[in-house]
């Protein structure tokens, strides 16, 4: 199994661009998720999936957009870049989904990203 | 990468030393923990979990205590190594889709 990939590794957009941040799992996961990581703060929950079809939101999810068309597949969206969202982002998946939220998560390699 | 890592608590062992680092958790409902390592230009690593039934548990070289009384988590590696250095966060399942992750400590390893 490769795991949870993410593409691109880096990329750099200009203020207004919009792009695509791929997030693939092999592993059969129902549960899928993009955070973000900032300087000095814990990873942060922009959106969430618990199975294709199913989205919902976390605690930043303004500016961005995902879609769940596929288990493997969760990108994430950004409409309209912005200097603020210059951060590591990673997607997670875990297995299941139950009752009492999910299991344990595993984490892609991240993407750099840079907004100037 | 390194950004990420900036204003972290920082602990510094000798190699060979046991490390015990520490996690204060927020949410008296949650009922699952996990410790993440995450080393420079990489995503965070799974090392071991406990749920809200045990005070303790053991992997390979690593364990974990829970206090539920004072919601403190901590993480011990035995006999540290150079490859341990990274930073080390713990995350919390509050019983939701969404975990609660702290901010993390860098554990750095002096040969």
């Known amino acids: 199994n490769a795991g949870v990939t993410q593409t691109p590794k880096f990329q750099v957009l200009k203020t207004g661009q919009s792009m695509t941040l791929q997030c693939a799992q092999d592993m059969n996961h129902e549960y899928m998720s993009w955070y973000r990581q900032d300087p000095g703060m814990g990873l942060r929950l922009i959106h969430y999936s618990v199975g294709a079809g199913i989205t919902d939101q976390g605690e930043v999810p303004n500016g961005y957009n995902v879609s769940r068309s596929t288990t493997e597949d969760f990108p994430l969206r950004l409409l309209s870049a912005a200097p603020s969202q210059t951060s590591v982002y990673f997607c997670?998946?875990?297995?299941?989904?139950?009752?009492?939220?999910?299991?344990?998560?595993?984490f892609g390699p991240g993407t750099r990203l840079t907004v100037l | 990468g390194e950004s990420v890592g900036l204003h972290l608590p920082t602990l510094s062992v000798q190699e060979g030393d046991n490390s015990i680092i520490n996690c204060a958790y927020s949410n008296s409902a949650s009922d699952y923990f996990i410790w993440y390592k995450q080393e420079s230009g990489k995503g965070p690593q799974f090392i071991i979990d406990?749920?809200?039934?045990?005070d303790k548990r053991q992997g390979q070289r690593v364990t974990v205590l829970l206090n539920k009384t004072v919601k403190h988590l901590s993480l011990q590696i035995a006999a540290t190594q150079p490859g341990d250095s990274a930073v080390y966060f713990c995350?919390?399942?509050?019983?939701?889709?969404?975990?609660?992750f702290g901010t993390g400590t860098r554990l750095k390893v002096l040969a």
């Open positions: 406990i749920r809200s039934n045990m």
């Open positions: 997670a998946s875990s297995y299941s989904v139950t009752s009492r939220g999910t299991d344990t998560q595993y």
């Open positions: 995350a919390e399942n509050p019983g939701t889709y969404k975990y609660i």
